[in-house]
């Protein structure tokens, strides 16, 4: 709490939410399918925990549940490697973070192919975007938590999806990105951030261009709202449906309902 006068009060629709929630709003970013391998023994589990920790050397870090199998494998060959996995393992992703590696051999029974790696003995998986191989340099124990920091020992990746950043090629060529539970998402569009020049005063300039932004998300809205509609009507109809361009954060079958329609690039409905 404040008494500084400069400072508004909560506004109404703010809800408070348990701290745990903190870990939820910082990922988000590109899961992955993390590899390791000891005593001819290999593991693979999905991890959101991660992030870059510098540039010179190249570094990173990752929290590893102290329970997990994995936890245990990398405190001995002290490396691992990253797989990011592309939208067509969406389903392995959810299922190997509920296999136990100690009791089953994960790769194996997902029949997931592999390949060499250039640095390190943990296995590469093939069908992924890019892979990241790393040694690791500090062991800290934190909480229920593990952090491994590591230095960065190879980078590889598919030119499809990543040049100097992620590339928005096909569905099937885009990393997945964990929102928790069984929710995933994908990147769908770019934007590009214009920062005032030197001779503007930015507190108009930012000022004009966050009612810019704001215009076009409610124009984008409604004209969503306008393609639904007719949509809507076409599926009544019977006809067949070009759902291109329509970006929906669901599926169109929940919002649309396709007992009548066939969408066009889609095998006809039973």
Not at 138 to 151: K, N, S, T
């Given at each position: 709490?404040?008494?500084?006068?400069?400072?508004?009060?909560?506004?109404?629709?703010?809800?408070?939410?348990?701290?745990?929630?903190?870990?939820?709003?910082?990922?988000?970013?590109?899961?992955?399918?993390?590899t390791?391998?000891?005593?001819?023994?290999?593991?693979?589990?999905?991890?959101?925990?991660?992030?870059?920790?510098?540039?010179?050397?190249?570094?990173?870090?990752?929290?590893?549940?102290?329970?997990?199998?994995?936890?245990?494998?990398?405190?001995?060959?002290?490396?691992?490697?990253?797989?990011f996995?592309?939208?067509?393992?969406?389903?392995?992703?959810?299922?190997?973070?509920?296999?136990?590696?100690?009791?089953?051999?994960?790769?194996?029974?997902?029949?997931?192919?592999?390949?060499?790696?250039?640095?390190?003995?943990?296995?590469?998986?093939?069908a992924?975007?890019?892979?990241?191989?790393?040694?690791?340099?500090?062991?800290?124990?934190?909480?229920?938590?593990?952090?491994?920091?590591?230095?960065?020992a190879?980078?590889?990746?598919?030119?499809?999806?990543?040049?100097?950043?992620?590339?928005?090629?096909?569905?099937?060529?885009?990393?997945?990105?964990?929102?928790?539970?069984?929710?995933?998402s994908?990147?769908?569009?770019?934007?590009?951030?214009?920062?005032?020049?030197?001779?503007?005063?930015?507190?108009?300039?930012?000022?004009?261009?966050?009612?810019?932004?704001?215009?076009?998300?409610?124009d984008?809205?409604?004209?969503?709202?306008?393609?639904?509609d007719?949509?809507?009507?076409?599926?009544?109809?019977?006809?067949?449906?070009d759902?291109?361009?329509?970006?929906?954060?669901?599926?169109?079958?929940?919002?649309?309902?396709?007992?009548?329609?066939?969408?066009?690039?889609?095998?006809?409905?039973?």
């Open positions: 709490m404040t008494n500084d006068p400069l400072i508004r009060p909560i506004p109404e629709h703010i809800e408070d939410r348990p701290k745990a929630a903190a870990a939820r709003l910082l990922i988000g970013g590109p899961v992955v399918l993390l390791s391998a000891w005593r001819g023994r290999t593991n693979v589990m999905p991890l959101a925990w991660h992030m870059p920790i510098s540039t010179d050397p190249p570094m990173l870090a990752i929290a590893v549940e102290r329970s997990r199998h994995t936890a245990e494998i990398i405190q001995h060959s002290q490396e691992f490697a990253l797989n996995p592309t939208r067509p393992l969406l389903h392995h992703v959810q299922y190997l973070g509920a296999m136990h590696g100690d009791r089953v051999d994960k790769i194996e029974a997902t029949q997931l192919e592999t390949f060499q790696p250039q640095k390190v003995i943990a296995p590469l998986l093939a992924c975007a890019a892979w990241v191989e790393c040694t690791v340099v500090e062991v800290m124990p934190l909480g229920d938590h593990i952090l491994f920091v590591a230095l960065i190879a980078v590889q990746v598919d030119p499809e999806s990543f040049d100097d950043g992620w590339i928005l090629g096909p569905e099937e060529t885009r990393p997945l990105h964990y929102l928790g539970g069984t929710r995933y994908f990147l769908s569009r770019v934007v590009e951030a214009r920062v005032p020049q030197a001779a503007d005063a930015p507190e108009r300039i930012l000022r004009e261009r966050l009612a810019e932004e704001l215009e076009l998300t409610k984008a809205r409604d004209k969503r709202e306008e393609r639904l007719a949509l809507k009507r076409e599926v009544e109809a019977g006809r067949a449906l759902l291109t361009g329509l970006e929906l954060e669901i599926s169109p079958e929940h919002v649309l309902d396709l007992t009548h329609g066939h969408v066009l690039g889609e095998p006809p409905r039973e």
